[in-house]
């Protein structure tokens, strides 16, 4: 029977997103009762690699889960990248006596955790995303704090929209993919929603609709811009001279990666850092924890890398029923 870990480590990478610190506080805790050392690794990767790391026991996590951001800290790291990175990170955890690491993060830092199973050390990872762009899990923790952070903001800008009888684009966060442009299309009654995976970039007929919307008596028009597609500010001025209706254009940015998880991220993102210690505890490696068909479940690394996300047809249907997509 494969061994369970002794002392693991744990630590956050890539973009934050708010409820990794409720999922570092399960990993400290299940860890501590499950008889095993806990670690903390600050700044991800770079962290491990300048070798910044500091026990933790049930006190170093109290407090943490309503806190949005992550304790550790996260960064992205070009070194880690190399072999000789990798090889030096598994050489300072041997060092420290690491012989289990969760890993909360998204797919590229799964790719730095199947990396260091490979060497030698027992990895697990944790999807932490606003994104929601990890294909093997229907939730990653963050987003169900983003897209409400975003729908309200969203909420706001329509009200003045309409007391002006502007139209306004709104950018969300989302580089290569569009679940928050679309939960919050969807949410926020948006005119339309332009998402990296369906935007066919024919904005005469985005220009085209807003003239007729506008005659149909609408008097506002929200089109929701993922991030992905970008350039919304130079989009507002097509649009403002295409239409001559005042067109503004607003960039929620970072503010939807900050503030206090919601219920649902605290809980599920509990569950999930708790799962990854139990996984150590039986001896597990290169394995990300997810979730799908309404429970938790895990899948090997590798499987989950290569799986591709596809937007479900339910949302396309009301994508393009709702929103035009
Ligand atoms: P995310 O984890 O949110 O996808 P990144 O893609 O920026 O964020 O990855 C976070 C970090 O994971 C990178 O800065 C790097 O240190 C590490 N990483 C990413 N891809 C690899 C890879 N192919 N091999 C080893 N480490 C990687
Ligand atoms: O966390 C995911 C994400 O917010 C993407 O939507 C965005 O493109 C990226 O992170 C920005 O990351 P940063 O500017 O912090 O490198």
Request: some cysteine; aromatic content about 4%; charged content about 25%.
């Amino acid at each position: 029977m494969a061994q369970g870990c002794k002392t693991i480590g744990v630590l956050t990478s890539g973009g934050d997103a708010p409820g990794m610190n409720a999922a570092i506080r399960a990993v400290v805790r299940a860890g501590i009762a499950a008889g095993m050392k806990v670690k903390g690794i600050k700044r991800g990767y770079a962290g491990l690699l300048e070798e910044e790391i500091v026990d933790m026991d049930s006190r170093s996590v109290a407090d943490i889960i309503s806190r949005g951001g992550t304790i550790l800290y996260t960064a992205r790291c070009r070194a880690f990248m190399t072999e000789e990175g990798q090889r030096k990170g598994a050489e300072i955890c041997h060092k420290h006596g690491i012989d289990g690491l969760v890993v909360i993060g998204g797919d590229g830092s799964f790719n730095g955790a199947c990396k260091l199973a490979n060497l030698g050390i027992n990895t697990i990872g944790v999807p932490g995303t606003i994104d929601l762009d990890i294909a093997c899990t229907d939730y990653t923790i963050g987003f169900d704090t983003a897209i409400n952070t975003a729908m309200e903001a969203i909420d706001k800008i329509r009200d003045t929209s309409t007391s002006h009888e502007r139209v306004s684009i709104i950018e969300v966060m989302g580089r290569h993919a569009g679940y928050i442009a679309l939960w919050c299309g969807i949410a926020n009654g948006a005119e339309n929603v332009l998402i990296p995976e369906a935007y066919d970039y024919d904005e005469q007929k985005l220009i085209d609709q807003i003239i007729r919307q506008r005659k149909i008596g609408k008097t506002h028009h929200i089109i929701i811009n993922a991030e992905g597609i970008g350039h919304s500010v130079g989009m507002a001025a097509r649009i403002e001279a295409a239409t001559g209706l005042e067109t503004r254009a607003t960039i929620l940015g970072y503010m939807q990666r900050g503030g206090r998880p919601t219920c649902k991220d605290r809980v599920y993102a509990s569950i999930m850092g708790a799962r990854a210690v139990h996984l150590l505890a039986e001896g597990k490696s290169k394995r990300v924890v997810a979730h799908g068909d309404g429970g938790f479940i895990d899948y090997d690394i590798n499987e989950a890398l290569a799986m591709k996300k596809e937007i479900h047809p339910d949302f396309l249907t009301v994508g393009n029923e709702l929103i035009r997509i």
